[in-house]
């Protein structure tokens, strides 16, 4: 990826504050930043975190790209720049879907209540060796997972594998907006997060957003009621 600033700041629907700079990489951990140097760093907010706070310490660590959704006085950081916006997590996702559509390979996402890992890298050893293929690391599945997965792939991978997890319900269109997948690969239906879904016909429902749009999709027939929604399409 490669973005300005300013750019950003209009993909997002945010504004620029201090100095425009250009942007290759993401982080949203600070523990785990070790290229501040066109690292845009991503202030994400939860229960028991707060981007926001690590600010200060980041710039102090050389890094000069920030997007915010929090009040920030840029003239504290004479060197950085700010894209302040109204969520985080939706900007990074907006971005995610803009760097998605510089794609030029057949992207793949898969879900499932299980083995959407394991099958991830199945497929990545199968692949032929002459064959350029990008998979998410580890298991980065979730909202900002699947973010930071699409922007680390790069125009000319030929295959990019993404995992696509869920936990609750309206979770699964957003990630599909982000991969826009060319095929959707479902691996096993279980009982994982059925908590928080009335029915497990709601559940598989949810799941089905993320084929969409996709031209192809690969499942198991005997995963009921996948397969009898499916039929129904």
């Keep these: 990826m490669k973005y300005r600033l300013k750019e ?6 945010g504004e620029l504050l201090g100095t425009d700079a250009t942007v290759m990489r993401v982080s949203t951990d600070s523990r785990t930043l070790s290229e501040p140097d066109g690292t845009l760093f ?35 950081y004479p060197l950085a720049g700010f894209v302040r916006c109204a969520d985080s997590l939706e900007a990074l996702q907006r971005l995610a879907a803009d760097h998605r559509t510089s794609l030029k390979g ?23 060796p002459q064959i350029r293929l990008f ?23 030929r295959i990019v594998l993404i995992e696509a997890g869920i936990s609750q319900p309206g979770e699964m269109a957003r990630l599909e907006r982000m991969i826009s997948p060319d095929v959707v690969l479902f691996t096993s239906l279980g009982d994982a997060h059925q908590e928080h879904f009335a029915s497990v016909e709601e559940k598989c429902a949810e799941k089905l957003l993320l084929a969409l749009h996709a031209p192809k999709i690969i499942y198991h027939s005997a995963y009921e009621p996948l397969t009898s929604m499916l039929r129904e399409v």
């Design 135 to 157: 998979r998410s690391p580890k298991s980065y599945n979730s909202q900002i997972g699947v973010a930071l997965s699409l922007l680390m792939a790069e125009p000319d991978d």
């Design 42 to 76: 991503v202030a994400l907010r939860s229960a028991r975190r707060d981007g926001n706070r690590y600010i200060a310490e980041l710039y102090r660590r050389g890094v000069r790209a920030f997007l915010t959704d929090s009040p920030v006085d840029e003239k504290a």
């Design 106 to 128: 057949t992207v793949v996402a898969i879900t499932g209540s299980n083995g959407k890992t394991v099958v991830k890298e199945w497929i990545a050893q199968l692949c032929p």
């Design 8 to 13: 950003l700041a209009s993909l997002c629907g």
